[in-house]
């Protein structure tokens, strides 16, 4: 049963410090998304990879947030200094893109639950 | 601009009844993709449906059915003879069907189902 994988799944950490999530698409998909959850903004959209390449990170704080997909396996999204106010769940999800002949709907990690305090 | 509104914030029912959740959409596109998601309580975002614009046949799936009308921008989701395991948050989402593929959700309805 093919499912995005990210790790870790909670995270705590003092303001400051660097933290890096990780996740692993399902094989084959070549589109990556890092969404953000938070009460009170709900579902953000912080990046979009597409066959590896940044398409849309314009929703992504860039002086303290990177993401990154170093292989076709592996997507990174690092903080670094984090903030309180970064505490939220970061969802990672996968699919295909339409022209590839069959797209597909995201499909979701089980998050990564980030307290920095 | 799209935009999707989930007015319900949160509905309560009673085990059994039948429940529809609202999803209004905007968007200037002649052909894009409607999706609903649902998030229970372990978190995850679960893949629910996906519809496509240019199709508006309503869907029907065991307990949960579609009613897509173009004509309003909304895209409705109910559940008949509901139950606890129901129970969770439902994301209504809009995608371009190219370009930039990212999915924009509404701000979700939390469903609690009673026994």
């Known amino acids: 049963d093919a499912r995005v994988t990210q790790t870790p799944r909670h995270k705590v950490t003092e303001m400051g410090q660097e933290v890096t999530m990780r996740c692993q698409p399902i094989l084959g998909h070549n589109t990556v998304f890092w969404y953000r959850q938070t009460m009170m903004q709900g579902l953000e959209l912080l990046a979009y990879f597409r066959n590896r390449a940044p398409l849309d990170d314009s929703g992504m704080p860039k002086d303290r947030f990177s993401a990154e997909m170093p292989d076709a396996t592996l997507a990174t999204l690092k903080i670094q200094p984090s903030e309180p106010r970064d505490s939220a769940v970061y969802f990672c999800?996968?699919?295909?893109?339409?022209?590839?002949?069959?797209?597909?709907?995201?499909?979701f990690g089980q998050g990564t639950r980030l307290t920095v305090v | 601009a799209q935009k999707v509104t989930q007015a319900q914030t949160e509905i309560s029912v009673v085990e059994k009844e039948d429940v529809t959740l609202d999803c209004v959409y905007e968007t200037r596109d002649t052909t894009y993709y409607l999706f609903w998601y649902k998030q229970p309580p372990s978190g995850e975002l679960v893949f629910l449906i996906r519809r496509n614009s240019f199709d508006e046949q309503n869907e029907i799936s065991g307990r949960y059915s579609w009613n897509f009308q173009k004509s309003t921008s909304s895209f409705n989701f109910t559940i008949t003879a509901s139950q606890v395991v129901d129970s969770a948050v439902y994301f209504c989402?809009?995608?371009?069907?190219?370009?930039?593929?990212?999915?924009?959700f509404g701000t979700g309805t939390r469903l609690k189902v009673l026994a």
């Open positions: 989402a809009l995608r371009k069907t190219s370009g930039t593929y990212k999915y924009i």
């Open positions: 999800a996968s699919g295909l893109a339409p022209g590839t002949g069959r797209h597909t709907e995201a499909f």
